[in-house]
């Protein structure tokens, strides 16, 4: 038998209802604007930012969101829905996990699952509405040739009484604003690669669509600013490559403004360091806060938990 062309086949997986599974986070406990108290955060530069978010906008230039999927989990959608609405937000992008929290939020008013006992069992991320609906939307929207996000939402707007809750889904509303929704997916990370229905191929072709969206953002980015939120790898990756490409083009992209937020603390992280360090392997560091500036502009790392960096943005960008 040859070992290299054996393939385990999807045929017997068991999938279960997800309407009396435990959810970690609902809509009932999400975070909005107005509602929730705002904890105390000021990074060194956040002011600055702020500023330079708020020129951005003024001049009609781009300002792209990134994040990881704790920005959903964390129950920040409709601070981001909010943002969007402001006119603060002109791109939003994530990884898969990002587009599967919103859907499971917009679908069944909840979403994150205990994953230390599901996964004892095999029943992890094995949910019928998600992995069913959320490949058929996907194979339907690469089959027209529309992107990732933009396929998740028509399907949305498509079947309003499976969607109950879609007036919190962020990329449902950030297509209702005509605002790209980007997902930028890796095989074999997400709950949906798991099912029976799954098709590779219409995922690479519709977040395939959704990378040349970026792209596209970000080659029009000069004076404008990116903003990433979470995401330790995808994120930084995406918006790397994005970035060699328009420079490639000839798209003037050097008057930028970069800036990462997450938990951990980088110390001087516009020093020089070299292999022997572990923060050189941390991509948003070399990918987001110094590389894309060395020709000009300014990159920041700020390091606080979404739920008072997001709020306190918000806050800054309409009150301040």
């Known amino acids: 038998m040859n070992r290299r062309s054996m393939q385990l086949s999807f045929d017997g997986i068991t999938t279960y209802p997800a309407e009396n599974r435990v959810n970690l986070v609902r809509i009932d406990n999400l975070k909005r604007p107005g509602e929730y108290r705002t904890p105390a955060w000021n990074g060194e530069g956040f002011d600055e930012l702020v500023s330079c978010v708020k020129k951005a906008r003024a001049g009609g230039h781009e300002v792209i969101l990134s994040m990881g999927a704790h920005v959903i989990k964390c129950g920040l959608g409709p601070y981001l829905i909010a943002l969007m609405r402001e ?28 994953v230390p006992t599901a996964i004892e069992d095999g029943s992890f991320g094995m949910w019928e509405q998600t992995g069913a609906w959320m490949n058929e939307a996907i ?12 396929a998740l939402a028509r399907y949305v707007d498509a079947h309003p009484a499976r969607f109950p809750y879609r007036d919190d889904c962020v990329f449902y509303q950030a297509w209702k604003l005509d605002i790209p929704a980007s997902y930028h997916v890796t095989m074999g990370t997400d709950i949906i690669h798991q099912h029976p229905s799954v098709d590779f191929a219409a995922l690479g072709a519709a977040s395939g669509v959704d990378f040349h969206k970026m792209c596209y953002s970000v080659a029009h980015m000069d004076q404008g600013v990116y903003m990433n939120f979470g995401s330790a790898v995808t994120g930084p990756e995406v918006f790397l490559k994005a970035l060699s490409i328009s420079r490639n083009l000839g798209f003037p992209t050097y008057d930028i403004i970069t800036a990462n937020f997450d938990l951990i603390e980088l110390g001087d992280y516009r020093r020089k360091i070299g292999y022997d360090d572990p923060h050189y392997y941390y991509r948003p560091r070399k990918n987001i806060v110094n590389r894309p500036v060395s020709r000009g502009g300014k990159g920041w790392h700020f390091t606080g938990d979404h739920q008072a960096t997001i709020p306190n943005l918000y806050d800054k960008l309409t009150k301040g």
Do not use: K, P, R, W
């Open 87 to 114: 006119g603060f937000i002109t791109h939003i992008a994530g990884n898969g996990a990002c587009s599967i929290h919103d859907f499971e939020l917009a679908c069944l008013g909840g979403t994150s699952e205990d």
């Open 139 to 150: 194979q339907m929207g690469a089959a027209q040739g529309v992107g990732y996000g933009e």
